[in-house]
């Protein structure tokens, strides 16, 4: 997906505009399958083992209440390319993508199924694919290990300059002071709601430093998520259609709660996914 430059460039305004990235005006609902399509599922023969993941899985679902470290996974790494495509029609894609750069010929790669809380998670070193797992939890541990992992505690106020500020400094202070910090409920710093210069803006973006985590999210809107150089500070956008800015926000958490999946999701996902399995054995008799 991304090259070297991606890693470095990551980072609330750090980067220009992404023109694949179009999105509705709220609250028009994007665009995303619910449902597998069951035609297409029809085609395939000989996906004993992808059926076995599937049963494996729904049978640790069971018992699984929602813990974000101990959660069911299976590595379909291993599975030839008629499984593999099976299971990726099966899934498909859901609202939420993300992009954990590691290090700069390392990156996971992460989609949501059309079943909230099943996630495809690849990882690509020097842009081959080497791993391919199929985790069930509200977000895949990976996402907030090398968030917080790559990000740092404390950080210095970055050099004023020429730049013209208005509000800047007390909330610059404010993220400092929050850095490494997980409260519940989130810390969240409005910048919608202040009167903000360019300038502002600039100074908050250097002062939260760059990260390595990118979380997309559709649906009702969408959103972008970045990690930033803080740990645990994170920087919203929810956007419009004109890609303006509808909300932005830094918010101190492990992981924002707009990207997780809540254990009555992951429950219904469960079921969806239980009958879609029930009804492919015995459409095909295996």
Not at 186 to 211: C, E, K, M, W, Y
Request: proline share 6%; with cysteine.
């Amino acid at each position: 997906m991304s090259d070297n430059t991606y890693f470095h460039l990551l980072g609330p305004g750090s980067q220009p505009d992404d023109p694949d990235f179009a999105m509705n005006p709220l609250p028009i609902t994007v665009g995303v399958a619910s449902e597998p399509p069951m035609a297409t599922l029809e085609q395939y023969h000989n996906v004993t083992e992808a059926l076995q993941l599937i049963e494996y899985l729904l049978g640790k679902c069971t018992d699984y209440q929602g813990d974000q470290v101990h959660y069911p996974v299976a590595d379909v790494t291993a599975l030839d390319d008629n499984n593999r495509h099976f299971l990726d029609v099966l899934l498909g894609e859901g609202e939420v993508s993300i992009v954990v750069q590691v290090d700069e010929t390392t990156e996971i790669q992460i989609q949501e199924s059309i079943f909230c809380g099943f996630w495809r998670v690849w990882e690509i070193q020097h842009g081959q694919r080497v791993a391919d797992r199929i985790e069930i939890c509200p977000i895949p541990a990976c996402v907030c290990y090398h968030a917080q992992l790559y990000a740092h505690e404390s950080a210095l106020l970055p050099p004023i300059g020429q730049r013209q500020l208005m509000n800047a400094l007390p909330l610059a202070h404010e993220l400092l002071s929050q850095a490494g910090k997980a409260p519940q409920p989130a810390h969240v710093i409005n910048l919608t709601s202040l009167p903000l210069t360019d300038d502002d803006r600039s100074f908050l973006a250097d002062t939260a430093g760059q990260g390595n985590v990118r979380i997309r999210t559709r649906g009702y809107g969408e959103s972008l998520i970045v990690s930033t150089g803080l740990k645990n500070v994170w920087n919203i956008r929810c956007l419009n259609g004109l890609k303006g800015i509808l909300l932005e926000t830094y918010e101190v958490s492990c992981i924002p709660e707009v990207a997780l999946a809540s254990v009555e999701d992951i429950e219904d996902s469960a079921q969806r996914l239980r009958d879609t399995y029930l009804w492919f054995k015995e459409l095909t008799h295996v």
